[in-house]
Structure formats: C-alpha cells, structure tokens
Nanobody, 128 residues
Framework: QVQLVESGGGSVQAGGSLRLSCAAS????????MGWFRQSPGKAREGVAA????????YYADSVKGRFTISRDNAKNTLYLQMNSLKPEDAAMYFC?????????????????????WGQGTQVTVSS
C-alpha cells in the first residue's frame, strides 16, 4: 500500500519558519517528480514547489520564490519543504504529491495533471 505522509505543519508567527516532510512508503519515489501543493478555504489549489527525480531541477510558485526551498532524499524516500519568512497568506493545508516521470508545468508552475499519489495534508497557520 502506497502512502505519502506529511508532517511538520503547525502554527507560527509571520516571519517564522517551518520545515515540512513527506515520507513515502510502499514504493520507491526516486523516479517520480515530487512536490507540494497548498490549498486554503475558498482558494484554488496552488502548486507551491516541485523537484525533479535527481533534484537537478526545481520549480517554485512566484509567491514563494526566495523563501521556500524544496529538497528530496531518495535514500530515505522523503521530500522536504523548508519554509522561511512565512507570511499570513502562506497559511493553508499543504499536500505532497508524486507525478511519474517528470514535472509538468504550465507558465512555469507545477500543476501535476498526472499525479498518482497524494498525501493527506499538513496544516500551516501563520499569524500576523
């Protein structure tokens, strides 16, 4: 049974940092593009960041460039998202997802139309 399990969410003040993790089990994710989406009530889901299989290429939403860093450890089957300088508008449920073969982007943003696995999400709250 394949599972993606996120952790690391929480409540921080604006300007603070969080590090999200996504642990994959039941399969080896080294051949997948991995990334993070977020969604808050009343807003469309947004592709936040994605990383290609070997980590050679990354994609970031304009809203998080320079503040968030995505990374992966294929040996540990784990994906990370380091989030710095958090803003209230970053508050959302964050989900990790796996897209086979490559990272599909549109206008420079990852949107993963063929994502095959999703995590259950971890909540990030940012207070001003």
């Amino acid at each position: 049974q394949v599972q993606l399990v996120e952790s690391g969410g929480g409540s921080v003040q604006a300007g603070g940092s969080l590090r999200l993790s996504c642990a994959a089990s039941g399969y080896t994710f080294s051949s997948d593009c991995m990334g993070w989406f977020r969604q808050s009530p009343g807003k469309a889901r947004e592709g936040v960041a994605a990383i290609f299989t070997g980590g050679s290429s990354t994609y970031y939403a304009d809203s998080v460039k320079g503040r968030f860093t995505i990374s992966r450890d294929n040996a540990k089957n784990t994906l990370y998202l380091q989030m710095n300088s958090l803003k209230p508008e970053d508050a959302a449920m964050y989900f990790c997802a796996a897209e086979p073969v490559g990272c599909t982007t549109r206008n420079g943003n990852w949107y993963a139309p063929a994502a095959r696995y999703w995590g259950q999400g971890t909540q990030v709250t940012v207070s001003s």
